[in-house]
């Protein structure tokens, strides 16, 4: 078997609902442990046990690998998901999003930004300064796909993340999308949390700002989660969304951790 590096991607549903998903960049002598892996996820996941499970493999060009750094992290707690919300927009506000744009994404989020009131699949494109939603598919989204980190970035970001009581797949997988979304073309920042019932932290990512994250986004057993992009009017959204969906990414750096703010401050 040559060394050759793979994009390996999990997607599971239930009642033809959208459940889970992962992404990995492998050799290929670990493909099939990652696929065993996936697959049991899929199987055990809070939302439920998935009734099918895809996993795709596909070779990618080594030569076409974009190496990127993780940004820097930082905690803002805020008492009550109202505040965190606020806290949120602030941060959006801050990284250059209008405030009407933030609040009509926040509100999206909130009521499931899916056309049935449910989470969509992938991403919003909302544009930063009239707030609306730009991805051709609501009910999809944009998938952000073949991304990863590498072994040695990754024990870095154990450590780092550890004594903080952060090191969870949560955290390390939403480091690992955020930081291929910030280099993209285009983009001024991203809302994000959990459709994961049992967690309730979300974060606000932007080039300016870095991974700003809010322990408290949404209450406890809430299924509605999302991201919304928020971008450039000016983009080209054929040429983002190819790099979002498309890009090989390889995380090899770690940011910074830095220290806890409280909300208001
Ligand atoms: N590309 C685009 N959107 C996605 C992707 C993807 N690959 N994967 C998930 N989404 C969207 C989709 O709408 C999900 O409903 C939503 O994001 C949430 O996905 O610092 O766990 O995987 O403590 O549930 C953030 C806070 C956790 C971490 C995010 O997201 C922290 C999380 P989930
Ligand atoms: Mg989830």
């Known amino acids: 078997m040559d060394n050759s590096l793979y994009s390996i991607r999990m997607r599971s549903s239930r009642n033809e609902r959208h459940l889970s998903g992962a992404e990995k960049l492998a050799s290929a002598p ?4 990652l696929a065993a892996a996936m697959v049991r996820r899929a199987l055990e996941h809070d939302k ?15 030569a076409q690998v974009l190496r990127v750094a993780l940004p820097d992290i930082r905690t803002v707690c805020a008492e009550s ?9 602030s941060r959006l506000i801050m990284a250059g999003v209008s405030a009407e744009a933030a609040r009509c994404a926040m509100q999206a989020m909130i009521a499931g930004a899916a056309p049935d009131g449910c989470s969509m699949r992938g991403a919003m494109l909302v544009d930063a300064v009239n707030g609306q939603r730009l991805e051709n598919d609501s009910q999809r989204g944009v998938r952000v796909s073949r991304m990863d980190i590498d072994d040695a970035a990754l024990c870095c970001l154990q450590d780092l993340l550890q004594p903080a ?3 969870n797949i949560h ?7 955020a930081a291929k979304v910030l280099h993209a073309p285009g983009i001024i920042a991203e809302l994000c949390w959990s459709d994961d019932p049992g967690y309730m932290a979300g974060y606000v990512a932007a080039p300016r700002l870095g991974y700003v994250r809010f322990p408290l986004l ?3 057993g809430v299924e509605q ?14 040429k983002l969304t190819d790099y979002l969906e498309r890009q090989v990414v390889l995380i090899d750096r770690v940011g910074r951790l830095l220290p806890d703010e409280r909300w208001p401050a």
């Open 81 to 89: 998901v109202e505040k965190g919300r606020a806290a949120a927009l």
């Open 218 to 220: 949404k209450p406890l």
């Open 48 to 62: 439920g046990q998935a009734e099918k499970i895809y996993v795709t493999v596909e070779k990618v060009d080594a």
């Open 225 to 238: 989660g999302g991201r919304a992009f928020f971008v450039d009017p000016a983009i080209n959204l054929a």
């Open 171 to 177: 955290v390390k997988e939403a480091l690992v999308l």
């Open 165 to 167: 009581g952060l090191d």
């Open 30 to 33: 670990r493909l099939d442990a």
